[in-house]
Structures are given as C-alpha cells and as structure tokens.
C-alpha cells in the first residue's frame, strides 16, 4: 500500500508571495492533518480535514489555509509569505476515527522564504 | 500549542547499550504515539498505544501508556547505529484528530 505523498518536495519563494503544498493521503483513510517543523517551535498542529471539513485547527493565523477534495487529497496555502514560514511542513493522514487515529507522515515539503 | 515534555532532550550512548526515554502531559491522554524522524524526512510510526497501563513492543522497541494517562515511557534495547535519530512522543485527547508532539529526544548511538 502507497504511503503519504507530499509535492512538492522543495520550495524556493520570497517574502510576499503565496503557496500551494498537495498531501496525498494513505488509500483509505480520510483525514489529512497538516503540521509545521521548526527548530525552534518544534512540530506544530495546523489544521486537520476530515470529509472534506475542517474538524480541527491549531494555533496559526488566518494566513493559513487548508482545503480537502472528495478523493481526500489536501492542500494547504500560505498567502503573504513572510521569512518566519521557513520550516518542514508535513502532512499525516489516517482513518480518523478517534479509537484508531495513529497518524502516518508523508516526508514534508521543504519550503524556504527568502 | 500545547507541547509535551520530552526528556532526556539528547542522549549519546555506546552501540549496545539500552535506551529509556519518556513524555509527561498536564492533561490526560486517550492515545499515545512514538515517533522516530531522521534529518529531511517524516517522523516514522514506530508504536501506537491505546490504554492506560499497555505495554507494546515492535522488535527492540518496548513503550508503555502510563496508569494515570498523562506520560509514556520508550525503551530501546540492544541499541545499534540505525538507530539514530530523533525520537518524538505525542498525545492525543481523543477530541477529533488532534495530537500535540514532544519536543524530541536526539539519540547518537557511538559504535
């Protein structure tokens, strides 16, 4: 079985400009929660989808943003880069039902705002 | 966010030797997960827990669910250098899908 798929791997943009990152989840599981890895901050809850809604959503401003498609594919957008979004963003997906809800992690998108 | 406190923060051992590391929570937790990430790519599960006092072992890898919900416990025995990495605890309050990780333990293992 597939596992997470992540595209782009990399990313290059400068300050101002927006971003799409796609998260293609394990087949079968229909939610897709999306984290941010810093150095500083660690891994840190975005936001997660579950049918296609938004059923949880961590700490970020409204700069992030997120959406799921009916195949449970996601993507996530960030408007207005500024320097501070540098970091790993990774996307996890599984069932989503609460007493089988272990998480498997696609290998992130590198994005570097300069 | 909420975060997890995850100690030791680094560890250096000698190729061998076994490993113990754990996460504590001011809340109460219905779901544990274990997490090991190596430099550029995703954390990869290594073990899920799902009730207070489970002991789960997968290999060399053993982790326990704390009786009163709120810590985890990862032992690694026998350690090797594949086994280096950072490891990573995480939690979950079973409100939906959302999970607060620990701040990870750094594991060098010296051959």
């Known amino acids: 079985k597939a596992g997470v798929t992540q595209t782009p791997r990399y990313l290059i943009k400068t300050r101002g400009q927006q971003v799409t990152l796609s998260c293609s989840p394990i087949?079968?599981?229909?939610?897709v929660s999306w984290y941010q890895q810093t150095p500083g901050q660690g891994l840190q809850f975005l936001f997660e989808?579950?049918?296609?809604?938004?059923?949880n959503k961590g700490n970020f401003p409204g700069r992030f943003s997120g959406r799921q498609f009916s195949n449970s594919r996601s993507e996530m957008n960030v408007s207005t880069l500024e320097l501070g979004d540098s970091a790993l963003y990774l996307c996890?997906?599984?069932?989503?039902?609460?007493?089988?809800?272990?998480?498997?992690f696609g290998p992130g998108t590198r994005l570097t705002v300069l | 966010g909420q975060q997890l406190n995850q100690s030791p923060q680094s560890m250096f051992i000698q190729e061998g030797e076994d490993v113990s590391m754990n996460c504590t929570s001011s809340s109460i937790f219905n779901t544990w997960l274990w997490y090991k990430q190596d430099p550029g790519e995703g954390p990869v599960l290594l073990i899920a827990l799902y009730k207070a006092g489970e002991l789960t072992s997968n290999g060399r890898l053993t982790a326990q669910f704390g009786i009163t919900r709120k810590d985890s416990f990862l032992n690694i025995s026998a350690s090797i250098p594949s086994d280096v990495g950072i490891y990573f605890c995480?939690?979950?309050?079973?409100?939906?899908?959302?999970?607060?990780f620990g701040t990870g333990t750094s594991l060098t293992v010296i051959p």
């Open positions: 996890a997906s599984s069932f989503g039902r609460s007493s089988y809800n272990e998480q498997f």
């Open positions: 989808y579950f049918s296609e809604t938004q059923r």
């Open positions: 995480a939690g979950s309050p079973n409100t939906g899908n959302q999970f607060y």
């Open positions: 087949s079968g599981h229909r939610s």
